[in-house]
């Protein structure tokens, strides 16, 4: 089948619309909402700390749940708080190639 061309004085079907939101609240959207899903899996492991073991000092602070979610929303893992509970080891993230990651158990 051979292949047609367009006459010059067709136009091109538009695929995308302009917004009508202004980029700059379009953008603060996005990041109020990036932050929102980070302070609620904050709160899940603050409300969740008794089931965590910092291996540096047994002692798990505000600062070490903020270190692990980041941590953990990053999917890096260090190793050095872990989950020691079954509902604080039942989190599963997904990595960056589409694999589901369990956390670290301790022995």
């Known amino acids: 089948?051979?292949?047609?061309?367009?006459?010059?004085?067709e136009t091109l079907p538009i695929l995308r619309q302009r917004s009508r939101t202004p980029v700059w609240l379009a953008l603060s959207w996005r990041i109020l909402l990036a932050l929102a899903l980070i302070g609620v899996a904050l709160a899940v492991h603050w409300f969740d700390r008794e089931g965590l073991r910092d291996t540096s000092d047994g002692h798990v602070s505000l600062i070490d749940v903020v270190y692990f979610t980041m941590i953990t929303v990053t999917t890096v893992g260090y190793g050095d708080i872990v989950p020691v509970?079954?509902?604080?080891a039942w989190k599963r993230w997904p990595n960056s190639s589409g694999e589901v990651?369990?956390?670290?158990?301790?022995s």
């Open 101 to 106: 990651a369990s956390p670290a158990r301790s």
């Open 85 to 88: 509970t079954a509902p604080a």
């Open 1 to 9: 089948m051979p292949l047609r061309s367009r006459k010059s004085t």
